[in-house]
């Protein structure tokens, strides 16, 4: 069964504080690892698709890495407006995605 | 603009009561998803159609049908079975097969309230 573990779950930040939120996944047969952003009573936001240890992608202060174990999500010199719930998923051999609980991200003027 | 649509935004049940809650997509997509989001809990999956005329249970099907009768169109019924219906659903869709096409994009949610 694959399985999502997000931490932390709450994160508050300084403005311009950078951090890592991290996502820790057990899978069989990785096929995607998925980030996404999502607002107080909205859908979540896609943000990026890791494929294979060691690729990252880049998005104005977001930047996502991924290893065979755990993928991170580095928010640097984040803004109020960053603040939002971060959801990781994983795309598996089972062709389902597996969500973790998110964590809340809360940056402080 | 291309997108996923959802209504309505807010729906009420009444104990004993089927309601439906509206998912269209104009992105030729051809899978289309629904999920169940309780606080502090992951999505969950509660059924998925890869193609029209075909759906499958996902993991919460238990109290839910649906219909895909056609390829924009993913209409959720949360029946009567259903005991604890109280939940943000988000409907999402994508076009799995092709590679890198498994993203998953998401509509903007009905909330489900129980009076």
């Known amino acids: 069964e694959d399985q999502v573990t997000q931490s932390p779950e709450a994160l508050r930040l300084q403005e311009g504080e950078s951090s890592s939120l991290n996502c820790s996944y057990t899978v069989s047969g990785l096929r995607g690892l998925f980030w996404y952003r999502q607002d107080p009573g909205k859908g979540p936001e896609f943000l990026f698709t890791l494929y294979s240890a060691g690729e990252e992608k880049e998005k104005e202060r977001l930047k996502a890495t991924l290893t065979k174990k755990e993928s991170f999500l580095h928010i640097t010199a984040p803004k109020p407006e960053d603040s939002a719930t971060y959801l990781c998923?994983?795309?598996?051999?089972?062709?389902?995605?597996?969500f973790g609980s998110g964590t809340q991200l809360t940056v402080l003027p | 603009d291309g997108g996923i649509t959802q209504s309505p935004k807010y729906l009420f049940r009444k104990e004993g009561q089927n309601v439906t809650l509206s998912c269209e997509q104009n992105l030729n997509h051809d899978a289309m998803y629904w999920y169940r989001q309780d606080p502090g809990q992951g999505l969950r999956l509660i059924y998925y159609s890869q193609i029209v005329n075909d759906f499958q249970k996902g993991d919460i099907a238990e109290g839910y049908s649906v219909s895909r009768e056609k390829k924009e169109s993913f209409p959720l019924t949360v029946t009567s079975a259903q005991k604890n219906p109280t939940a943000f659903y988000l409907c999402?869709?994508?076009?799995?097969?092709?590679?890198?096409?498994?993203?998953?994009?998401f509509g903007p949610g009905t909330r489900l309230l129980v009076l």
């Open positions: 999402a869709s994508s076009n799995p097969g092709t590679s890198g096409q498994e993203t998953q994009y």
């Open positions: 998923a994983v795309y598996s051999s089972a062709r389902q995605l597996t």
